[in-house]
């Protein structure tokens, strides 16, 4: 019986601190795909990280107490896209996570601030969706205040623990009590040493720094940046630069009193590209920003410059429409000027075409008329060379008959021709005998 009252008693113990915990969030950075929103999500994500004792309802505990530094590099690389933060929120060790907190930013058209933050339950799901949007010139402790007092709604819905209960009466064994410390007022800031007055954040100072650098109080903003240069890395170099373009201002000075114009320019542009980096930073601390659209008031005119502007209007009205009038006359002698000379070249096309045609049928005429004066010669190239041959086998064949004539081959066939030719050589003789007796008988 003994044995069975002290297990009920160990049983009760076990289950007394199980009572008392409540539910463990992990909170998640701010998602962001551009780089301006992403600088302004990495300033909430300090702020909520200096602040996780504000979040009441559950217990927070921050991403960089749960997860590797290789999965942290993982998890930044994820930027906007929660999923991926979800998938790395399945590598975390411990067991006792009961809510997960992501959240995403971006800007919208008008650049005010959207922000979208979600609950999930341990086997994710979805149990709230939270959507905040704020202005532009917001900072970033109010953007964070804003989000945690939306997580602490949310988790007084769905955690277990709907208040922070008070645990004096289960002090531990050295006698301190575990109550959750009441919040400071808002007039009496106090930083993680409970009880000890917190000086003024760096950003906030590094923001009066930036306004008046914007009013163009130069010893002012290096004051507020002389202030902040002991804890913050940024505001060292804002104060570098600022000296640095005090230096370049000092030096263009001197060379535009002294007409080196040309050597003063390249000083103005360094000095420009340094205020232009100081610009650029405060862009990041949304103390700066770019207006794609002039805003300007107009008042009501009076009926004095109602008149003015009138007669201003019909004056440029006549010269509008004289212009007008002179650019439409202009236009036409161009376009009259244009075709004329379309229609010349046009011509000129046409009587070069009617000159090719006519040359091409001369060279066709003179072609056909050349080629029959070659017919024509070859006809009586091919004629005397007929003769010729025929001359030429007559002779051949006289020859032949020659040759045989004295070889006696054809000697009957050649008797008429020997009697013919012995009378006229006898007829021959007797003209000689009687042509000489005729010169003697004058010799004597």
């Not at 002698?333 to 091409?360: P, T």
Request: glycine share 2%; hydrophobic share 35%; aromatic share 10%.
């Amino acid at each position: 019986m003994k044995k069975q009252f002290f297990a009920f008693l160990f049983f009760c113990f076990c289950l007394i601190p199980i009572s008392l915990l409540g539910d463990n969030v992990a909170v998640f950075p701010i998602g962001a795909s551009q780089r301006s929103e992403w600088t302004l999500a990495k300033d909430v994500d300090r702020v909520i990280d200096r602040d996780l004792h504000k979040i009441t309802n559950a217990t927070a505990v921050s991403f960089r107490d749960l997860l590797s530094t290789a999965n942290r590099k993982v998890l930044s690389s994820c930027r906007a896209d929660l999923t991926c933060q979800r998938d790395v929120s399945t590598k975390i060790g411990r067991q006792d996570i009961d809510f997960f907190l992501f959240s995403r930013m971006r800007f919208a058209k008008n650049r005010d601030v959207i922000l979208q933050t979600y609950l999930f339950d341990r086997r994710y799901n979805r149990l709230e969706t939270v959507t905040l949007e704020m202005d532009y010139n917001i900072f970033a402790d109010e953007i964070a205040e804003k989000l945690i007092a939306s997580w602490n709604r949310v988790l007084l819905k769905h955690a277990a623990r709907t208040a922070a209960p008070s645990r004096d009466i289960f002090d531990d064994d050295f006698g301190r009590s575990e109550r959750r410390r009441p919040e400071p007022p808002a007039d009496r800031r106090r930083d993680d040493s409970y009880g000890r007055p917190a000086a003024r954040s760096s950003e906030a100072i590094i923001v009066e720094g930036f306004k008046a650098y914007a009013d163009g109080d130069i010893k002012r903003a290096k004051s507020h940046f002389e202030k902040a240069a002991s804890r913050d890395v940024v505001a060292k170099k804002l104060l570098n630069a600022i000296d640095e373009i005090e230096k370049y201002m000092a030096r263009a000075n001197e060379s535009v009193k002294a007409k080196r114009h040309e050597e003063a320019i390249p000083i103005i542009a360094r000095a420009e590209s340094l205020d232009n980096s100081i610009k650029d930073i405060g862009m990041k601390y949304r103390v700066y920003s770019q207006d794609s659209v002039e805003r300007i008031t107009y008042l009501e005119p009076t009926p004095k410059e109602i008149q003015i502007v009138d007669q201003i209007h019909k004056k440029y009205a006549n010269k509008t429409q004289n212009a007008r009038r002179e650019r439409v006359s202009g236009i036409a002698a161009v376009d009259k000027w244009v075709n004329q000379r379309i229609r010349e070249r046009e011509d000129k096309l046409k009587q070069f075409d009617i000159d090719s045609k006519n040359a091409a049928d001369q060279e066709k005429k003179e072609f056909a008329e050349l080629r029959e004066s070659i017919k024509t010669l070859k006809y009586e190239w091919d004629k005397e060379d007929s003769e010729i041959e025929q001359k030429v086998v007559a002779l051949e064949n006289k020859l032949t008959l020659l040759e045989q004539r004295e070889k006696g081959v054809v000697k009957v066939s050649t008797e008429k021709e020997e009697k013919a030719r012995k009378m006229e050589l006898a007829a021959v003789n007797k003209k000689y005998k009687a042509f000489d007796f005729r010169c003697r008988w004058r010799a004597y």
